[in-house]
């Protein structure tokens, strides 16, 4: 299943030639315009799972993945350029050989230097010698750190789910759960060299037990932790934030809820957005009684709510089910942009799906009505053609972009779709929405936005009984793929 489509050469190749003889993998796979044929990243094995991507300050982007199962999910990474050319050999390059029969999450960021850290357990499931490895990986797609990388959990503990932080001081933070309670935190610098307490510093929950959710970097090398805190059948959202110099927790002992009411579902970690000024931007889905209710909430750089202290409901509506939140965050004006699926079953026992957004302000007042602005309407999704998944938000100026898969198995083909909306909820684009993606199942699709303003997606992309890495770009203009530069020279060099 290997795709290494070559770039037509037109005129213009004979003045770039040489130029283009210096990059490794310039001129092969670069972004398709055609959302049936996206650019694969990884086919090596019969599956690949589990990609995430970042963006890189030289305009490009890391993808990362794991390999099937019959290669114990070991991790790869890749660089593609602001073209989508691959910059390393096809597949990547092996960040860690692994043998595990099951996944967990793992993280994946990039510092001010544009070098990667990917961050996950090694190197066999409940083994005893099971711990969490962070790798550094430089442009070039060298091993900074080795091929183990740097092992950052105490011995004998059992580590999982690691996530990643690049913070503002040159560092990277790692934080990972620990079996049975607690999280731990570990910060490197970009030597490899541990900057905290051996083994990393526990997070304790005040009470129960705490999964980890998410970490983002915060303001002078510090960073914000937050976890799925469960005493008994209870499940809340909580955060602390813990200082560069050495982990102190900064928000109290046992850090701060974040939503005064809802509780979580059982297996689900909500992200969060730094805020850029010591504070942090969060979004949930949470149960209250027998609904499910999508909700926002900003707290301050001492963790002290900003909107009400329940956080702001992005819809009023008590009918439906509103879950699969994702958030984008606008610094400059303090909106936050919310998408998620309304669901419900019906009288006539089905079931319907839809996909709304909402705009809420600085002062958590929602700017797009009570029940928020509609961008699928509910349809009947009982037999997967029209079920609603795998929600998106990344900001755009003036607005956000919001992106969802519709069709779950036994559909064929689950199309990736994204609209670009104003802060006044209207549509940016005359389509209103663009398809990246047509054909194929579609798994855990993730997006981001480049240094030049655009966002690229990244998703597991079945064909054929096998599952590729597949990515696409989609310019702030609604469009695919790049700009045909063989159009530079088409009059002639003369312009005669």
């Known amino acids: 299943m290997k795709s290494s489509p070559l770039r037509h050469a037109g005129p213009a190749a004979a003045v770039f030639g040489a130029l283009v003889a210096l990059g490794p993998a310039c001129g092969r796979a670069q972004w398709s315009a055609d959302p049936s044929d996206n650019l694969i990243v990884a086919d090596e094995y019969s599956d690949q799972t589990q990609p995430k991507i970042v963006a890189a300050p030289d305009g490009g982007y890391y993808v990362s993945w794991f390999d099937d199962i019959a290669h114990g999910f070991s991790v790869h990474l890749q660089k593609l350029d602001a073209q989508g050319n691959e910059q390393w050999p096809h597949d990547g390059v092996l960040v860690a050989t692994r043998q595990y029969q099951f996944t967990y999450d793992y993280g994946l960021v990039v510092d001010a230097d544009g070098n990667a850290y990917v961050g996950f357990n090694c190197c066999e499931n409940n083994s005893d010698a099971e711990h969490i490895v962070v790798s550094k990986v430089t442009p070039d797609g060298t091993l900074d750190w080795g091929a183990d990388g740097i092992t950052v959990s105490a011995p004998a503990e059992k580590p999982y789910a690691a996530q990643l932080a690049a913070t503002s ?59 799925s805190n469960q005493a008994g059948p209870a499940r809340t959202l909580r955060a602390q934030k813990l200082a560069a110099g050495d982990g102190a927790e900064l928000w109290g002992s046992g850090g701060v809820r974040v939503f005064g009411q809802g509780g979580l579902q059982l297996g689900y970690f909500p992200g969060f957005i730094d805020a850029g000024d010591g504070g942090a931007v969060f979004y949930d889905y949470d149960v209250v009684g027998v609904r499910f209710f999508a909700r926002v909430q900003r707290l301050d750089a001492s963790g002290a709510p900003m909107l009400d202290p329940n956080g702001v409901l992005a819809t009023t509506d008590t009918v439906n089910d509103h879950v699969g939140t994702a958030a984008a965050f606008d610094r400059s004006t303090g909106d936050i942009y919310a998408i998620w699926v309304d669901t419900a079953q019906r009288e006539d026992m089905q079931i319907y799906d839809g996909v709304y957004a909402q705009r809420i302000d600085a002062s958590g007042q929602r700017q797009w009505g009570d029940s928020g602005k509609e961008l699928v309407p509910m349809t009947i999704a009982t037999d997967g053609t029209h079920a609603i998944s795998q929600l998106t938000a990344l900001p755009a100026p003036g607005g956000f972009l919001g992106g969802w898969t519709t069709g779950a198995i036994p559909a064929a083909d689950q199309p990736v779709t994204v609209a670009r909306i104003d802060a006044d909820g209207g549509y940016a684009w005359d389509a209103q929405s663009v398809a990246i993606k047509t054909l194929r199942y579609t798994g855990r699709t993730v997006g981001t936005i480049g240094a030049g303003g655009g966002a690229v997606y990244a998703w597991q992309d079945g064909a054929d009984g096998a599952t590729t890495i597949r990515a696409q770009n989609l310019e702030l203009d609604g469009t695919l793929g790049n700009p045909d530069t063989d159009r530079i020279f088409a009059d002639g060099f003369d312009g005669g």
């Open 169 to 227: 001081d040159g560092s990277v933070a790692v934080a990972w759960s620990v079996d049975p309670n607690f999280l731990r935190v570990q910060k490197l610098a970009a030597d490899g060299s541990v900057q905290w307490a051996q083994g990393g510093v526990a997070v304790n929950p005040p009470n129960g037990l705490a999964l980890l959710a998410d970490i983002q970097p915060s303001d002078e090398g510090n960073v914000i932790v937050s976890w």
